[in-house]
Each structure stands twice: as C-alpha cells, then as structure tokens.
C-alpha cells in the first residue's frame, strides 16, 4: 500500500536534493567536549538531519530515535508558566504535513543502526497517515507495536463523542535484527497471589504454572519427542529435550495427575508481566498537576525511560529531532546513553540546555550547534563547568 499525493518525492532525490545544515558551535560546556559527545542543535532539523547522513560518526550508528513531531492541530503553543512566550507553530495539515514528516523519517531510517528502533507520538490526527507511510520507508514486516497511551485523565465533554483520552506511538525496527531488552512490570491486574496461586511443598516457594510448548512446528530437537510424548500438534518444545531433562531434575516441571508436563515460574525468579502495548501510567505534566520546564508539549519522563530502556543499552546514541523542553535527551542522560538532540524552536533550545546543564553529572560533555535562520542565534550562557 501506498500514499499518494502532490508534492512526494523519492527517497533518492530526497537524499540528493536537500543541502546539509550549515552549522556553527556556538556553546560549549566544559574543557574536555568532542565533537562524538552529546550535542544539541538548533534549526530546522531536515538539513540537520542530512548533516548527520554525511557524517560517518553518525550515519548507521544511532540506535534509538525517539520523535514528538507536531500534530497537525493548526495551533500555536506558548510557555505555560510565561503566556507571552511563544513555543512554536503547528501549522502543517495535509498532504504538507504527511510530505515534511515523511522527509525525516526517510533520512531517521538512514541513521538508525541495523538493530536499531523509532518510536514516533503522534495523536489520531495524522497517526493513521503516518502508519502507511512507516509501512512504506521501513516495511511492513518492521512495524512492531502501535501503542496507546492514556494521555490525560477522564473527560466531561458535552461534544457528540466520547472522551478523547488517548495518543499513539508508532514502533518500528529497521530490522529483524532489532536490540530488545523486554520491558516487564510487577504490578499488573491481578494480585500477587492470583499471578502465582500454588505453593512448592517441599520449598514452600510461590509459583505459577505455563506450558512448556510454544506455537510453531520445528524440525530440530524441540520438535523430537520428550519423555516419550510429541509436542501438541503445530507447537514444539520451548527449549530442547536435555533442558526439560535438567528442569525437570530441579523440581521445575510440574506432572498432572493425567501425566501432563508443565513448567513452574516461581514469584521470586520472576521478573514481572510483559508490558503490552496498552500503557495507562505515562500522562503528560500538565495533566498532573506537575510541571518540570514549562515547556507546552513536555512529555512524562517516565514514559521515556521505558522505551530507552527497552530498545537501547548504555553507551548507545539515543537522537530526537523535534526535542522540545529536553526529556528524551535528559532521560538518556540519566540512563548512561549519549544523545542528539534538534528542535528549530529558540524556546526549546533554551529551556532543554538549561535542564541537561542544570542537573547534569557531566556537564563537560554537551556542545550546542547553531544552524538557525538567524544571524545571532541562540545564546546561552553559564559559569564555566571545567572547575566542576
């Protein structure tokens, strides 16, 4: 399936016509920065974004984009603590919109690493425009999750609909390769007990009891015969014969009274529920009553350390190019990832320096670039951190 419309161009005359960023550093914070480190951009992030195509010390190499991209919604955002603030415009709509952000993700699916993933937020306004096109830039068989995300509490709308709670993150890997480190969580909708009903006789240990089988028939051992038994029919064994031997050795797999093989998971080895793809904790400051920058779009740093967690490791490069008041690149920070951060907006560029500067451990390692419109740019100014 395709999108069709005005004004679309190939991946190749993208890649070829847009000219790379012209960039001058402007600020740097401490005596040891290099140019490998942590850096934060200012300007419109497309050539920004063609910049780090050519640069080998980029282009293949970042493992996690996480993007915050407008939404189409024709509005115009100003800082919720200073009103008169302005933040910036959201006033693409269309067959424009679809055509910018379509442009990004072409040039993002070039930076990402083979292993690599992206997560793009974006509310039902266009979410369902940008699915397709993600379809098209990093193929249907890379598309892993679309996730919703309780975004605000319950609404009273007196409008002829029901409450618009809800926004999307589209999860995409370049490919089948893709880094995971699967996400679980204690709590979930049942209780301890009612996760882990039966108690181990001789060990006095909590446990519940799943298959030891999975979907899919296999021609290698965990499709041979156990114990005189086959695997149901389309599944296999989950690991092979000699390890259900050797669990069953430790008093891990449990036998019914009809001679029906399954295995334990104990409470205390266990490390939680899968997370879904439904995520109801994550809702934005300003409905929280909690406020961090000011920053009008600032997203629940919470809902970032899941998915850096999940799709990258320490030391990995975690880039957002629509950067806003800062949250994935200072969630990065915390985490051990270096990062890459752009936004075109003056405001965000100010209120994310300010953040990473004010709380950061190593405040020697951020360098921000200018490559703005303007002629002065975007001047920030702190005490030097080399006699930190």
Known sequence: MELIYPGKITRDELLHQIAPAKMRRTSIFGENCQ???NRLYHGDNLPVLKTFYLDQEICGRVQLVYIDPPYASNQSFQHRKALDTHAYHDDLSGAEYVESL???????????AEDGAI????????????????????????????????????????????GNVADYILFYSKSAKMKWNRPCERENIYTFEQRFPRIDK???RRYALVPIHAPGTRNGATGKPWRGMSPPAGKHWQVRPVE?????????????PTGNP???????????????????????FRNQNMKETGYPTEKNGALLRRIIKASSDPGDVVL?????????????????RRWIGVDASELAIETTAKRLQSKSKNADQLLLFDSSATEQGVTITYESSSSQ
């Open 244 to 256: 259900l031997d050797r669990l069953d050795a430790a008093g891990e797999i449990y036998w019914s």
């Open 320 to 336: 957002d190019c629509y950067c806003g008041s800062g949250t994935t690149l200072a969630v990065a920070r915390d985490l051990g």
């Open 202 to 204: 001789v060990t006095g």
């Open 102 to 112: 379509r442009r990004r993700l072409i040039v993002l699916r070039e930076l990402l």
């Open 262 to 284: 399954r295995r334990k998971i104990f409470a205390d080895q266990s490390m939680g529920v899968a997370v879904q793809d439904l995520w109801t904790k994550f809702m934005d």
């Open 119 to 162: 997560y793009v937020h974006l509310d039902s306004n266009m979410a369902f425009h940008v699915k397709v096109i993600m379809d098209e830039i990093f193929g249907p068989s890379n598309f892993r999750n679309w996730i919703t995300r309780k975004k605000c509490h319950s609404k009273n709308y007196t409008r002829k609909q029901y």
């Open 35 to 37: 140019i490998r480190k």
